[in-house]
T-cell receptor, first 114, second 116 residues
Framework: AQKVTQAQTEISVVEKEDVTLDCVYETRDTTYYLFWYKQPPSGELVFLIRRNSFDEQNEISGRYSWNFQKSTSSFNFTITASQVVDSAVYFCALRGFNDYKLSFGAGTTVTVRA | DAGVIQSPRHEVTEMGQEVTLRCKPISGHDYLFWYRQTMMRGLELLIYFNNNVPIDDSGMPEDRFSAKMPNASFSTLKIQPSEPRDSAVYFC??????????????FGPGTRLTVL
């Protein structure tokens, strides 16, 4: 069974601060895939990134960066110099190699204040 | 390219009524997923299809729920009769898989269902 834990329920920051969202996962699969999705106040789910378990390179995309550490089963997400438009619920998700079901964490609500 | 399209975006109905939610996946995608999002249970998979065939419906809550995919570009999720506890946001997602590479599920905007 796959399990994703996002221990932080809510995070509130002032604009331009950095914010890091934690994601810890559990799986018995040796090959698996990790995802982050963003759900803004409008409600849609927006795909941000996919990471394969066999690729431990960290990734940066603009103000977003992801830190994948297999040794600690974590896939953390950092928003640098946060902006009000970053206010959303962020979900971490996990999928096993032979599984098509995405197991989502409970989500972290990020509020960026001007 | 158009993303996943869902209709209606909002649905308000009375208990006992039939509700039909619709989804058009991204063209070329061969997997289609129906999820439900509630405050209590978060995001949960209801059912998914591969090449229009239902593969796993173990997440469908009960017999009142049914889903069909008559062709590659259309799917429906039906609730009959609806109950207040069915109130939730229902998402449709689609993906494709090629070889060893996994798919990425792209979500539609969701249908917010309220059953009074």
């Amino acid at each position: 069974a796959q399990k994703v834990t996002q221990a932080q329920t809510e995070i509130s920051v002032v604009e331009k601060e950095d914010v890091t969202l934690d994601c810890v996962y559990e799986t018995r699969d040796t090959t698996y895939y990790l995802f982050w999705y963003k759900q803004p106040p409008s409600g849609e789910l927006v795909f941000l990134i996919r990471r394969n378990s066999f690729d431990e390179q960290n990734e940066i995309s603009g103000r977003y960066s992801w830190n994948f550490q297999k040794s600690t089963s974590s896939f953390n997400f950092t928003i640098t110099a946060s902006q009000v438009v970053d206010s959303a619920v962020y979900f971490c998700a996990l999928r096993g190699f032979n599984d098509y079901k995405l197991s989502f964490g409970a989500g972290t609500t990020v509020t960026v204040r001007a | 390219d158009a993303g996943v399209i869902q209709s209606p975006r909002h649905e308000v109905t009375e208990m006992g009524q039939e509700v039909t939610l619709r989804c058009k996946p991204i063209s070329g995608h061969d997997y289609l997923f129906w999820y439900r999002q509630t405050m209590m249970r978060g995001l949960e998979l209801l059912i998914y299809f591969n090449n229009n065939v239902p593969i796993d419906d173990s997440g469908m809550p009960e017999d009142r729920f049914s889903a069909k995919m008559p062709n590659a570009s259309f799917s429906t999720l039906k609730i009959q009769p609806s109950e207040p506890r069915d109130s939730a946001v229902y998402f449709c997602a689609s993906s494709f898989r090629r070889g060893r590479d996994t798919d990425t599920q792209y979500f539609g905007p969701g249908t917010r269902l309220t059953v009074l």
